[in-house]
């Protein structure tokens, strides 16, 4: 597949190299051309002018810092339709650094603020929960992935994705249940911030 990342970041750097290993030609771009070139260079990937990648993109990843998502989807003319029909992989974590209280309003998802600032893109929210090192260094037996999307043919593009660089998906639900999503990865966050391992406060059922 043609992916493009948006972000030129830790985030996208490690999801360009695992996405790269696994065949797929994978699209560089960010607001820095100088911080897409090295995460290029870093990743085995391509980088690309912001408007261009995602022209040809078969899936697009949004890598940025949460406060700059309105940005960089504006800069790729998202809110004119440049994503539409196109599967838009939310990985965002809405949350201050370290604390994992959610910033977005009650009820809300940032993944449902993604879908509002690129109408007809598919937004699927995944890949939040795990550290980007995950991606780059698969476990055996493979994490467990749930994702969240409203149309059957993007999730199972994002899916195959998640294969590829060694989860298991699993459909959690439609778009409407990404705050629940979200809020696991707080917690999660709030817990290892603490020093505690967040596997040991879920019950084995
Ligand atoms: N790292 C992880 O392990 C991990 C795991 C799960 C989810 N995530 C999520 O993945 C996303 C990226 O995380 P990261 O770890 O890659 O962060 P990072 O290394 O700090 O990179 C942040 C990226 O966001 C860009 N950015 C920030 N504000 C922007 C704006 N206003 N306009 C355009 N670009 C902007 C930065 O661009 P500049 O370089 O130009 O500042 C950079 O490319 C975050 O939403 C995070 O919650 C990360």
């Given amino acids: 597949m043609r992916i493009a990342i948006l972000g030129t970041g830790t985030f996208a750097t490690a999801l360009a190299t695992g996405w790269t290993r696994a065949g797929h030609d994978v699209n560089i771009g960010g607001r820095s051309p100088q911080r897409a070139a090295a995460a290029a260079e870093a990743s085995g990937a391509h980088y690309g002018p912001l408007p261009d990648i995602v022209k040809d993109a078969d ?4 890598s940025v810092r949460w406060e700059g998502i309105a940005d960089i989807l504006t800069a790729v003319g998202a ?6 029909g196109k599967p838009l992989i939310d990985p965002t974590n809405a949350v201050d650094h370290g604390i994992g209280v959610l910033r977005t309003d009650p009820g809300r998802a940032i993944a449902q603020r993604v879908a509002e600032l690129a109408p007809g893109a598919h937004v699927v929210k995944a890949l939040h929960l795990f550290p980007s090192t ?4 698969p476990t055996s037996p493979p994490v467990t992935v749930p994702i969240c999307g409203d149309d059957p043919a993007p999730l199972q593009t994002v899916s195959s994705l998640i294969r590829d660089i060694g989860g298991t998906p699993v459909v ?5 249940r990404a705050r629940q999503l979200e809020e696991v990865a707080g917690f999660v966050i709030t817990l290892a ?3 505690i391992n967040p596997q040991l406060a879920i019950p084995a059922v």
């Fill in 79 to 84: 809110p004119d339709g440049s994503l539409t």
């Fill in 193 to 195: 911030f603490a020093g």
């Fill in 172 to 176: 959690f639900g439609g778009l409407d």
């Fill in 59 to 62: 899936a697009v990843l949004l």
């Fill in 134 to 137: 995950r991606w780059t260094a």
